[in-house]
């Protein structure tokens, strides 16, 4: 059909890239001629070089978690940095695929498109409870992992090792840091879509007991499948560490992402399975063809600028008795400066001038949505861990204080003068556009949260079978919020004041409480390789919990007079090591109640803390090496879940939970042939989910199934540099990755695309 067209239009080049690459470049040969410089002064040592890569972690990074993850009575992935460089991965969202069920299925309300890591997880959206080293991150950006070791999945409620979370788990991501011994190495990949990318990392000691590490990266890219849509973006990590082989370390952080991004609103749900027509007096609109998934509805103005920069201090001190002692300090701080036009093809919004020439068609650009936010995070955290006998119980305890403070201060801003963006074509449209005025219109809110927690760990051990896993955390937390809004023809609180009056918004924005979490795991261990386990963890997250925006308003959820809402998971299962402790695999069946949650009641639209919630499942796992030769990692899991009490939230009615898959599978495995290529690939499935219930009408109700399959191969041209190359959908499988609440909008999966990658190690 002439008129669905795709148009890829020419990223602009930007010289911080070029630059980038040009400091690598020079980069490289220095580090070589140094290190060629060190040999020679030194003598000569002889090392055997080994070829293995595992994608198997035997610990968590944070100090909470005092046993090996065969020894931990929970569910949790770690993915390794080793895995992510395998893959081509370069963002949050694109790491937690090694994990099953866990990912961006949500776009957002109607008028307000999600941008950055929207994470669900087991049923919830787990965007709150993302951590760098321990520490909450606040924003809604999309997380560059080029400085990070790790991520850790921990699924089950975490408010014992967190404090206020998710109800069905937290992220946490390990930072890269200073190390001993000499490293240089980088990366310089180019592929569809005009994405260009390059990383730098080098470590090197400063004498005997200090080193410096320097973590570099630029990126210009589209995205792949997506017309004018950019992901652009530059960031720095030094990291400076002292007293290396020494009691006392102390290691400094510093790490800044600049963002320049064009976001993407999503494509019109036109023409997708389980569509029909928005308006019963034009039937035809439900048989249109699906428009193309490239067609991009926003315009050239639109942005999504992001500066984020993080400050930490890490203090170690181990004692001479075993015990050691860390405290961390760190200051963060994230703005987030959009305007996103998104759309809403409504029968109203939605045009056909002529019903029987879908060309003719137009849908409104009438959604814009605007953010100018700044979140700021001040924190320091003091732990203490040791080991101990009490008789014949040995005790793995891990004890803590933790301070602070979370600020979130926001600008409002919004449409001038009744001015707005011309209509789009549906089949054809064009993001040249002109006509929407905007800026600040006075209103600001501030929300601030102080928390201070106490926390004890421990793990009793007795003998060698039997072990018991018991946390307990008190927070007190104390959340204030202030704001100012511009007055609207319906607002209550304006009076006979003129629309666009500033007054004041909430009028008593205060909430302290208490916030008390725990579990209780019990481990048997039939053989040193392996455990049988049994968990109970509770978690808590009050009113503005995630946002720290309360309202006085009687038909808000965030309205300060409502309790925490309240989750609990009980959790069995097993781990077991194979091939010397170089495969793990594991399985557990869960039950995650969710209950005193705020729910709005669909007749009189107020809201009631009556709600409850399960979700329930079995998740399987395997990582690590079946040979020297053959990496594997892997994962499945089933979600069962349902609305106990309240109001159903799924479009089609059933008391099923929205932006859930019922299964999803993942894997990743890859072999080194005898002449030293490398081959591998993956597979991954996301059974269908549901959507959410609004006044939406023909729009699908749920997303279908999918299979995904990714391929690789690399080859070590020389021993200091390696080509890699990324297939991605090598199928090129056409399918929804993720789907607003009321059904107009999605985002299209990424179709067949490719990554070609220069790696270069000293």
Same mark, same amino acid.
């Given at each position: 059909?002439?008129y669905?067209?795709?148009r890829?239009?020419?990223?602009t080049s ?10 690598? %470049?020079?980069a490289?040969?220095?580090?070589a001629?140094a290190q ?13 070089a ?5 994608y198997? %972690?035997?610990?968590?990074s944070s100090p909470?978690?005092t046993?090996?993850?065969? &020894?931990?009575?929970? +569910? =949790?992935?770690?993915?390794?940095k ?16 090694n ?5 961006t ?6 008028g307000?498109t999600?941008t950055?890591?929207? =994470? ?12 760098v ?8 950006? /999309?997380?560059?992992i ?8 921990i699924?089950g ?16 991501l ?6 001993r ?13 005009e994405q ?15 080193a410096?590490r320097?973590?570099?990266m ?12 950019e992901?652009n973006?530059?960031?720095i990590a030094?990291s400076?560490?002292f ?21 993407d ?9 389980? @569509?029909s027509?928005p ?5 035809? =609109?439900?048989?249109a063809?699906?428009?193309?998934s490239?067609?991009?509805?926003g315009?050239?103005? !639109? ?16 004692f001479?008795?075993?015990?050691t ?6 200051w963060g ?12 093809a ?15 068609? +137009? ?14 995070i001040?924190t320091?955290? +003091?732990?203490?861990s040791m ?8 005790h793995?305890?891990?004890t803590?204080?933790?301070l602070s ?6 600008t409002?801003?919004?449409v001038?003068n ?9 089949? !054809? ?8 005025q905007?800026?600040?219109n006075g209103?600001?809110?501030?929300g601030q949260?102080?928390?201070f ?10 003998g060698e ?12 937390y104390?959340?204030?919020?202030d704001?100012?809004?511009?007055c609207?023809?319906s607002?209550?609180?304006c009076?006979?004041?003129p629309v666009g009056?500033i007054?004041p918004g ?6 302290? &409480? ?10 048997f ?8 386990y049994?968990?109970?963890a509770?978690s ?5 919990g ?10 808000s959820?965030?309205?300060p007079?409502f ?8 959790e069995?299962?097993?781990k077991w ?5 170089k495969?793990?695999?594991t399985g ?37 090496q ?8 892997a ?6 879940t349902?609305?106990k /009490?309240?109001?159903a ?9 929205t932006y859930?898959? +019922?299964?999803?599978f ?9 002449f030293?290529?490398? =081959?591998?690939?993956?597979?991954? @499935?996301?059974?269908?989910m549901?959507?959410g219930t609004?006044?939406?009408?023909g ?13 690789? %191969?690399?080859?070590?041209?020389t ?6 190359? *990324? ?13 607003n609440k009321?059904?107009?909008?999605y985002?299209?999966g ?8 220069g790696?270069? *190690?000293?």
């Amino acid at each position: 059909m002439a008129y669905i067209k795709s148009r890829k239009r020419p990223l602009t080049s930007q010289p911080r890239l070029h630059a980038a690459a040009a400091a690598l %470049a020079l980069a490289m040969p220095a580090a070589a001629q140094a290190q060629a410089t060190k040999e020679q002064q030194l003598p000569e040592v002889k090392v055997q070089a080994s070829k293995e890569t595992s994608y198997k %972690a035997d610990t968590l990074s944070s100090p909470k978690f005092t046993e090996p993850l065969v &020894d931990t009575p929970q +569910t =949790i992935t770690v993915i390794k940095k080793e895995i992510l460089l395998e893959q081509g991965a370069t963002t949050l969202t694109e790491a937690l695929r090694n994990t099953p069920g866990v990912g961006t299925f949500y776009v957002g309300e109607n008028g307000n498109t999600s941008t950055g890591d929207t =994470i669900y997880m087991r049923g919830f959206d787990s965007s709150s409870s993302i951590f760098v080293d321990g520490v909450r991150d606040l924003g809604s950006i /999309s997380r560059d992992i080029f400085n990070i070791e790790q991520v850790e999945v921990i699924k089950g409620p975490a408010g014992t090792d967190y404090g206020r979370s998710s109800p069905t788990g937290s992220i946490n991501l390990a930072s890269k840091m200073g190390k001993r011994g000499d490293s240089t190495s980088g990366t310089l990949a180019f592929g569809t879509e005009e994405q260009k990318r390059i990383t730098f990392d080098m470590n090197r000691e400063l004498g005997e007991t200090a080193a410096i590490r320097l973590n570099l990266m630029g990126q210009e890219s589209g995205v792949s499948g997506r017309d004018m849509v950019e992901a652009n973006r530059w960031g720095i990590a030094p990291s400076l560490v002292f007293g290396l082989g020494t009691p006392t370390r102390v290691q400094l952080n510093y790490l800044h992402v600049t963002q320049n991004n064009i976001p993407d609103g999503g494509v019109s749900t036109i023409g997708l399975p389980g @569509y029909s027509s928005p308006d019963p007096t034009r039937p035809q =609109i439900g048989s249109a063809p699906a428009v193309d998934s490239h067609n991009f509805y926003g315009t050239v103005h !639109d942005f999504d600028d992001v500066n984020a920069d993080q400050f930490t201090a890490i203090v170690d001190h181990s004692f001479a008795s075993g015990a050691t002692l860390r405290n961390t300090s760190r200051w963060g701080r994230t703005h987030q400066d959009y305007m996103l036009t998104s759309f809403m093809a409504s029968a109203a919004n939605l045009k056909t001038p002529n019903i029987n020439d879908p060309s003719t068609w +137009t849908v409104a650009r009438s959604n814009p949505t605007f953010k100018d936010q700044t979140n700021t995070i001040l924190t320091n955290q +003091t732990n203490v861990s040791m080991n101990l006998h009490t008789g014949a119980v040995e005790h793995d305890l891990s004890t803590g204080l933790e301070l602070s403070r979370e600020t979130s201060s926001t600008t409002g801003v919004a449409v001038k003068n009744g001015s707005t963006w011309p209509a789009a074509n549906l089949y !054809d449209p064009n993001s040249n556009v002109n006509g929407l005025q905007w800026g600040p219109n006075g209103a600001l809110a501030d929300g601030q949260t102080d928390t201070f927690a106490a926390y004890l760990f421990d793990v009793l051990k007795f003998g060698e079978k039997w072990q018991a896993n018991a946390g307990l955390r008190l927070d007190h937390y104390k959340t204030t919020f202030d704001s100012t809004v511009a007055c609207t023809a319906s607002a209550a609180n304006c009076g006979s004041k003129p629309v666009g009056t500033i007054v004041p918004g909430v009028v008593d924005g205060k909430k302290q &409480d208490n916030l008390l979490s725990w579990k209780l795991g019990l481990v048997f261990k039939p053989a040193a390789a392996g455990s049988v386990y049994v968990n109970y963890a509770t978690s808590a997250q009050p009113p503005a919990g995630s946002t720290m925006t309360l309202s006085s308003s009687a038909n808000s959820l965030d309205n300060p007079i409502f309790e925490p809402q309240e989750a609990a998971t009980i959790e069995t299962g097993a781990k077991w090591e194979f091939f010397g402790g170089k495969l793990l695999v594991t399985g557990a069946l869960y039950r995650t109640e969710i209950k005193n949650e705020v729910v709005q009641d669909p007749v009189d639209l107020q809201y009631y803390q009556t709600g409850k919630k399960e979700v329930k499942g079995i998740e399987l796992g395997v990582v690590g090496q079946i040979t020297p030769d053959w990496n594997v990692s892997a994962g499945f899991t089933t979600m069962d879940t349902e609305v106990k /009490s309240g109001p159903a939230i799924s479009r089609d009615g059933s008391r099923d939970l929205t932006y859930t898959p +019922t299964t999803a599978f993942t894997s990743w495995t890859t072999y080194r042939l005898p002449f030293d290529l490398t =081959i591998g690939g993956g597979v991954r @499935y996301s059974g269908e989910m549901k959507r959410g219930t609004d006044g939406a009408i023909g729009t699908p109700d749920h997303t279908e199934s999918y299979w995904v399959v990714d391929a690789m %191969a690399a080859y070590p041209v020389t021993k200091n540099f390696t080509l890699q190359l *990324n297939v991605y959908n090598l199928f090129d499988e056409d399918y929804v990755a993720a789907i607003n609440k009321s059904g107009y909008r999605y985002t299209p999966g990424a179709p067949l695309s490719a990554m070609l990658t220069g790696i270069v *190690n000293f």
